[in-house]
């Protein structure tokens, strides 16, 4: 009596199958139920010991030490083993185009096709001092719109002043005032560079 589960629906109140049928018949419903692409849940009937995990792709149980580390999981491991994980992420990749248009699209919303044409636009050249390869995309932080490409001191720049055109045109207005006051000096006048000192 104990092998079989409760059903208050049929006479003697137990249930037709035994607890082991039961689950197989169970499991067997539910992935007919939900098709081949939810067909990746874990066998009710399958044991997993301790500090082993199992692998929806491949079916097998493997050491935790066989699964990248994720801090946002419960248990502190991706779902799917290295193996796997690799292949889902390399057909993740080319389902996207490659690395290069993944990342742009993830980070700046903009495909490879469009940063190709926004640096043909701009020669290959920075946008600020069109002097150095364009190498970096720069965008808004506030709205995520982006702007053009730059070089890496340009798009360095910009974040040092953080995106403030007020501090960016002091900057320009002190660099004018430091020539002129050069330019101004009196007659005679050198300018020395001081040795440098040792803290």
């Not at 990746?40 to 149980?61: F, M, T, Y």
């Not at 890496?152 to 320009?172: E, T």
């Amino acid at each position: 009596m104990a092998d079989f589960t409760r059903d208050a629906q049929r006479k003697d109140g137990l249930s037709f199958y035994c607890r082991d049928c039961r689950i197989l018949r169970d499991e067997a419903s539910r992935r007919k139920r939900l098709g081949p692409v939810r067909n990746n849940i874990r066998p009710r009937s399958l044991v997993v010991p301790a500090g082993h995990q199992w692998c929806p792709d491949c079916g097998e149980v493997k050491p935790l030490s066989e699964f990248p580390r994720n801090k946002r999981m419960p248990n502190g491991y991706m779902t799917y083993c290295k193996p796997c994980h690799n292949t889902r992420t390399r057909a993740s990749l080319e389902k996207n185009g490659g690395s290069r248009n993944y990342h742009l699209r993830r980070r700046y919303g903009i495909t490879a096709e469009h940063a190709d044409q926004m640096l043909a636009e701009q020669d290959g050249l920075c946008a600020i001092c069109r002097e150095a390869p364009a190498a970096h995309v720069d965008h808004d932080h506030a709205s995520g719109r982006v702007r053009g490409l730059l070089c890496f001191n340009c798009n360095g720049a910009l974040g040092q002043f953080r995106d403030r055109a007020d501090l960016m045109l002091r900057a320009a207005d002190y660099l004018q005032r430091s020539d002129q006051t050069r330019t101004g000096a009196p007659a005679g006048a050198t300018f020395v560079d001081l040795p440098r000192r040792c803290p």
